[in-house]
Structure formats: structure tokens, C-alpha cells
């Protein structure tokens, strides 16, 4: 395991269809973030783990969203009946709950809405 | 207010020569950490550099130095060397304590596209 794996890389898909991403940490890591990245922005938070348990979203996580870390390890980002304004950058990362020094950040998925 | 400015869209750096990419921050906590993250055309956000408030020294990695001033809420990234693999997305952002939940959850800046040139 070198790093945090995110499946599938790209996916574009109609408007009102629902999608499934999924995020692989580092098998260490017990904590796990969820961050949308929108063209020309930096990453923003949408939520986090802390092993299986979800801990803090942000408002930017509509009731569209849900995400699960069901057994603490790989965790699932559905977004149902997704909209254009979705279309961004999904980012996924893990950490130690002890490290001070950021997280490892997966390569993305890449959501088209058309 | 923006927690984390990024004034510079873009920035152009001849290749070996040294560039600096500026970032201010926005914080009233006193304990607070600051990061530069790299991002290449594949999209993963990749960790460069990080400085806690309290840290006395400016934080080094490798060609990476971060030119912290604390009085100025400035925390610029100095590239040295600059290498064509160099040319990417960089991005300053901030971890505050009171984020909630014990999170660690990160503030991002808009960051700034840098282009080396041969």
C-alpha cells in the first residue's frame, strides 16, 4: 500500500443519475477527509471520519450527498440525483491522528455532469 | 473574508532560478498550522511544506523553504532551483484548532499556476 486510491478516476454522467466514488486510505490511517475542488479553487472540505465514524460535514454537503466508512477503512461518496454545479474534483485523503503534518490526498476523481 | 489569499493567478520562473509564491493568512487562534500542497496536471494534491505558529525557524524541505512572518500573517513558499517538473498548481492552506471535531480540516487558498521555462 503506497498511497490513497481513488476509483474510478474519471466518470461523467447524466443530470439526475446518481454516482458512487470510492476512496482507499493508507491502511494505517484512521482518519479520512472528503474535499470538492471546483475549476480555478482550491480544495474545500466536505466531510470527515475518524474510523467508522462521521464526525463533522460541512454545510457545502447537501442532503444530496452521504458518505459511509462502514468497517473504518475504504470509505463511499454517492451523490444522488446530481446536478452541473457538481462537476468538480473529488479528493480524498487520509492521516494519523496524531500527525501534525497534513494529510496524503488520493489523485481525485474527476466528475463531469452533463 | 478569505481565511487564506493567494495573490499571484500565475507566475512564470526560469528554470534554476528561485521563485517566491506568496501567501497571507487570516486567523484570530494563536495555535495554528500552515501548509504548501503541489498539484500536477494529474490532480493529486501533493504535501510540500508545513509550519506551525509556534515554530521559531522557518520550515525547510529539501529546494522548499517557507519565509514565515508571523507579525505579517505572511507565509511564502521559496522554490530554489526551480526544475522543469517544478511547473504545476501550488496551493497555501491553514489547519486551525477550532475546526470542529478535532478534524484537522485544511483552508485552501485559490493558488497559484507556476511555469518553469527551459
Known amino acids: 500500500d503506497t498511497g490513497v486510491s481513488q476509483d474510478p478516476r474519471h466518470k461523467i454522467t447524466k443530470r439526475g443519475q446518481n454516482v458512487t466514488f470510492r476512496c482507499d486510505p493508507i491502511?494505517?490511517?484512521?482518519?479520512l477527509y472528503w474535499y470538492r475542488q471546483t475549476l480555478g479553487q482550491g480544495p474545500e472540505f466536505l466531510t470527515y471520519?475518524?474510523?467508522?465514524?462521521?464526525?463533522?460535514k460541512s454545510r457545502l454537503l447537501s442532503d444530496r450527498f452521504s458518505a459511509e466508512r462502514p468497517k473504518g477503512s475504504f470509505s463511499t461518496l454517492e451523490i444522488q440525483r446530481t446536478e452541473q454545479g457538481d462537476s468538480a474534483m473529488y479528493l480524498c485523503?487520509?492521516?494519523?491522528?496524531?500527525?501534525?503534518?497534513?494529510?496524503?490526498f488520493g489523485s481525485g476523481t474527476r466528475l463531469t455532469v452533463v | 473574508a478569505q481565511k487564506i489569499t493567494q495573490t499571484q493567478p500565475g507566475m512564470f520562473v526560469q528554470e534554476k532560478e528561485a521563485v517566491t509564491l506568496d501567501c497571507t493568512y487570516d486567523t484570530s487562534d494563536p495555535s495554528y498550522g500552515l501548509f504548501w500542497y503541489k498539484q500536477p496536471s494529474s490532480g493529486e494534491m501533493i504535501f510540500l511544506i508545513y509550519?506551525?505558529?509556534?515554530?521559531?525557524q522557518n520550515a525547510t524541505e529539501g529546494r522548499y523553504s517557507l519565509n514565515f512572518q508571523k507579525a505579517r500573517k505572511s507565509a511564502n513558499l521559496v522554490i530554489s532551483a526551480s526544475q522543469l517538473g517544478d511547473s504545476a498548481m501550488y496551493f497555501c492552506a491553514m489547519r486551525e484548532p477550532n475546526s470542529g471535531a478535532g478534524s484537522y480540516q485544511l483552508t485552501f487558498g485559490k493558488g497559484t499556476k507556476l511555469s518553469v521555462i527551459p
Open positions: 509550519q506551525g505558529s509556534y515554530d521559531q
Open positions: 491502511s494505517e490511517h484512521n482518519r
Open positions: 485523503a487520509s492521516s494519523l491522528s496524531a500527525s501534525e503534518y497534513g494529510y496524503t
Open positions: 471520519f475518524q474510523n467508522e465514524a462521521q464526525l463533522e
